[in-house]
């Protein structure tokens, strides 16, 4: 008797363990299962700054110091380039970037960076450690003719950039701010506070990058994106935990590129407060 009470413990703890693999299993192959969110690229709170004029202004008011050779915003930096030929036209990129290891701002969609291995700009898909952030001047080059030209910040857009035709005739001008196109909208609870509601992100007069909406509280409330004007891929909105953590509420499919015609918008996913599925629409 004694002997079957320890077989059939043996059993059950066997058993017991196999379930808790499987469960595990089945919530990393289920990423529904559970409307808690776990990544570190997720911004769970406002960010604190954003174009800040007058420090911008304080700087200039400062004597400029003299200029060290390949030293950009403090940073020590290295050269590069990469070249191309498509089509009969000889594409050169120049450009300066860091060994400085940095996250990507969670906030801004285009991080730029060159892939060593295959020699190439990549503005998505950055790893620390898989190649490096662009930073300081940058320079595209069209059969002799340069294009595009504008300054890097940590792999994000900084400062004038513009855009000039074949003929080397600007065509266009942009400001940014780390990444932020200075021409973005954003709405505050509170103009003493400058609790920030929401940022819509503007580029050429149409929305265009990550949009974010937050609660009063400071904890971000939606995500998603703007492509010529649309909202394109998932959108997702988050419940208010007290910035606590980072729990789904609902995700809603939008076309994946913009203008895709007879599309309709629909819910994909609903999760209670507790991050459990209560709603997942069959494909």
Do not use: C
């Not at 190649?131 to 940058?138: D, F, I, Q, S, V």
Request: avoid cysteine; charge should be positive.
């Amino acid at each position: 008797m004694r002997r079957f009470s320890i077989s059939f413990l043996f059993l059950l703890l066997v058993s017991n363990s196999s379930f808790g693999q499987n469960a595990e299993s089945n919530l990393k192959s289920d990423p529904d299962s559970s409307g808690v969110v776990n990544s570190a690229l997720l911004p769970t709170t406002m960010p604190l700054m954003l174009f800040d004029d007058a420090k911008e202004k304080e700087a200039k008011k400062k004597k400029k110091k003299k200029a060290k050779k390949n030293e950009w915003f403090g940073i020590k930096t290295r050269k590069g380039y990469t070249r191309k030929d498509i089509r009969g036209q000889q594409i050169l990129e120049y450009f300066n970037y860091t060994d400085v290891e940095r996250k990507p701002d969670p906030y801004i969609r285009d991080v730029y960076w060159f892939d060593t291995q295959e020699r190439a700009v990549k503005s998505e898909g950055y790893v620390a450690g898989t190649g490096y952030l662009l930073h300081g001047p940058y320079e595209r080059i069209i059969n002799d003719v340069t294009v595009e030209s504008g300054m890097f910040y940590y792999g994000t857009k900084h400062k004038t950039w513009m855009l000039f035709d074949s003929k080397n005739v600007l065509q266009d001008k942009n400001h940014f701010d780390a990444g932020w196109p200075r021409e973005s909208r954003v709405r505050y609870y509170d103009q003493t506070s400058k609790t920030i509601k929401e940022i819509i992100p503007i580029q050429y007069n149409l929305e265009e990058g990550n949009y974010f909406h937050f609660y009063e509280d400071k904890q971000v409330a939606v995500t998603g994106e703007y492509q010529y004007g649309e909202k394109v891929g998932l959108w997702t909105e988050y419940w208010d935990t007290n910035n606590t953590r980072a729990i789904r509420k609902r995700e809603i499919q939008y076309q994946e590129t913009a203008y895709t015609k007879n599309f309709r918008p629909y819910i994909r996913a609903e999760w209670d407060k507790d991050g459990n599925l209560v709603y997942r629409k069959d494909n």
